[in-house]
């Protein structure tokens, strides 16, 4: 079992930045893909970034490329979500997702998720 704990969300005014974080304990290891998801109300789940342990490739969605950057520290298990310009269309909650042997785009392939955490964009 993997247990992802989120932090760092809250409400920011359009052109600001926020810092997520997803603090990751159990069974983690180095073939862990680690990514980052948001729901908006009334919408389906939307993949947002991922990131590889080992080796840190990364991956993103087109909304959000050149204004997100995902990282993490392996001595720490923890995964960080740098939202920077961020816009009122980025209002969700934000969740973050673990797995052990995919690597992508396609939230249904995640095994492990965090509870999710708020961030809102005003305008």
């Known amino acids: 079992q993997v247990h992802l704990v989120e932090s760092g969300g809250g409400l920011v005014p359009a052109g600001g930045s926020l810092r997520l974080s997803c603090a990751a304990s159990?069974?983690?290891?180095?073939?862990?893909?680690m990514g980052w998801f948001r729901q908006a109300p009334g919408k389906e789940r939307e993949f947002v970034a991922c990131?590889?342990?080992?080796?840190?490739?990364?991956y993103y969605a087109d909304s959000v490329k050149g204004r997100f950057t995902i990282s993490r520290d392996n001595a720490k298990n923890t995964v960080y979500l740098q939202m920077n310009s961020l816009r009122p269309e980025d209002t969700a909650v934000y969740y973050c997702?673990?797995?052990?042997?995919?690597?992508?785009?396609?939230?249904?392939?995640?095994?492990?998720w965090g509870q999710g955490i708020q961030v809102t964009v005003s305008s």
């Open positions: 997702a673990a797995d052990q042997e995919y690597y992508g785009s396609s939230w249904i392939e995640y095994d492990y």
């Open positions: 990131i590889m342990w080992s080796g840190g490739s990364t």
């Open positions: 159990g069974r983690t290891s180095s073939s862990y893909t």
